[in-house]
Nanobody
Framework: QVRIVESGGGLVQPGGSLRLSCAAS????????MAWYRQAPGKQRELVAR???????NYADSAKGRFTISRDNAKNTMYLQMNSLTPEDTAVYCC?????????????WGQGTQVTVSS
């Protein structure tokens, strides 16, 4: 069984920064892509950033130049450094992980962490 846990959300003022973490644990043989999604109230879930096992990344236009995704393969952990935050970044941020485990390939989600940008 695979468990995904996000952390690092909270309340921050506009222009501030936050660093989110996503840790995968359990029976994991390898991890393919890891990604951050977010969903704001009344809006559809959207991809924020993705990082592949080799380190290649892609970002939503809204995240480019402000957010940086990274991963520590040894720890099965992914990070999202968010700078220059605006109220439009307020959302629940969820981690998605593609795992090769004991039962084969699986797609796993965390519970999410709330990010609120407000003065």
């Amino acid at each position: 069984q695979v468990r995904i846990v996000e952390s690092g959300g909270g309340l921050v003022q506009p222009g501030g920064s936050l660093r989110l973490s996503c840790a995968a644990s359990g029976t994991i043989f390898s991890i393919a892509a890891m990604a951050w999604y977010r969903q704001a109230p009344g809006k559809q879930r959207e991809l924020v950033a993705r990082i592949f096992s080799g380190g290649r990344t892609n970002y939503a236009d809204s995240a480019k130049g402000r957010f940086t995704i990274s991963r520590d393969n040894a720890k099965n952990t992914m990070y999202l450094q968010m700078n220059s935050l605006t109220p439009e970044d307020t959302a629940v941020y969820c981690c998605n992980v593609g795992v090769v485990g004991s039962t084969g390939v699986g797609d796993y989600w965390g519970q999410g962490t709330q990010v609120t940008v407000s003065s």
